[in-house]
């Protein structure tokens, strides 16, 4: 309240003096409705600056000197060599104008890389502060599992939204197909329910890079540029990123660890939707979409059974768990009824080897 007071207090004061002085040969009342004007702008400025950073602050500050002494030797280039005329000074103004502006404009935007900790005194404490950058990519927005991850508060620093990342989502969302627009507008909502979200932090950055032409690399510079993290679930990004030393959290990694844990001689209750690759073979789904091999159970398709665990294969598309069926001890414990389970629809799943050590051809369950 205190505050809006003062900012009204001042609005009205330029407005009397400009009333009073008369600073642009106008009628008393038109100078004191251009005055209230300039101190409403002052307010929607200062409004502005307080949403800024303190490093945005210094490099805009820092950009902007740097401009005017530019445009200062511009200026002097431009005395000796035009005649003086009224082009001489719209020259030199407008060298002014636009090499302050520029400098403001890049200072600003770089004013993130500074590094105020190394300053000590009233910067030191920018250091416990300093933001760590998440740079997403358009197939993990796509995917929508983010926006889970983002709500539990287990995703820190300040999300990063890159315009060219935007640009490709609203071509997909823009597409003829209608299987790809609808992956682009789901894309869309996701970014809404980031945004709506009140543990993160979302900035859109302008930061392009022209002379390089595929997304997954103005990924990689940028997340160079701002010594930031690439969440990703695309597998060739992945690779790539690593091998040009940027960090990446891939959600699909994050999903495959968060799987229960399975011990060789455990007992499980599973639903055999289908029937293996190999003799005699059962396959069963649990909720969260591994495929359970089981030996035996072909025919028990369509039934819940009791079967013993006897390895778990981690491969790096995800788990895979084989177990067998004892037709001997089953008796009264089967059940037709299949419990509630995500069944993925994946035709690889029947693919399965009947031996734990061959690696099995397990479908991306990666969510369009």
Known sequence: MDVLLIRSLF???????????????????LNGAVGLLIGSAIIVFEWRLRAISLKRLIGAAIGSVLGIIGAYFFALVIRNSLSPSPMQSFLQIM????????????????????NLAALGGIFGGEKSGRKSFKILDTSVIIDGRIADIAETGFLDGLIVIPQFVLRELQLVADSADSLKRNRGRRGLDILQRLQKTASVQIQIVEDDFPSVRE??????????LYEGK??????????????????????????????PIVLPGEVMRVFILKEGKEYNQGVAYLDDGTMVVVDNARKMIGKTIDISVTSVLQT?????IFGKWDERGAGHRESKSPPPVAVPTAAAASEAPSDPGKKPAVADRAAD
């Not at 004061?13 to 009628?27: D, E, K, S």
């Not at 090499?99 to 200072?107: D, Q, S, T």
């Not at 690439?230 to 959600?251: E, H």
């Open 11 to 29: 609005v009205l004061i330029v407005g009397i003096i400009c009333y009073l002085i008369h600073p642009f040969n106008l009628p008393s009342s």
């Open 95 to 114: 060298v002014m104008l636009v090499m302050a502006y520029v400098g403001l404009a890049v200072g600003a935007n770089k004013g993130d890389m500074l």
């Open 215 to 224: 997304v997954d690399m103005k990924l990689i510079e940028l997340a160079k």
């Open 316 to 320: 790096t598309a995800g788990k895979m």
């Open 230 to 259: 690439i969440i990703t679930n695309d597998f060739n990004l992945n690779k790539i990123a690593q091998l040009q030393g940027v960090a990446v959290l891939n959600i699909n990694e994050l999903a495959n660890s968060l799987k």
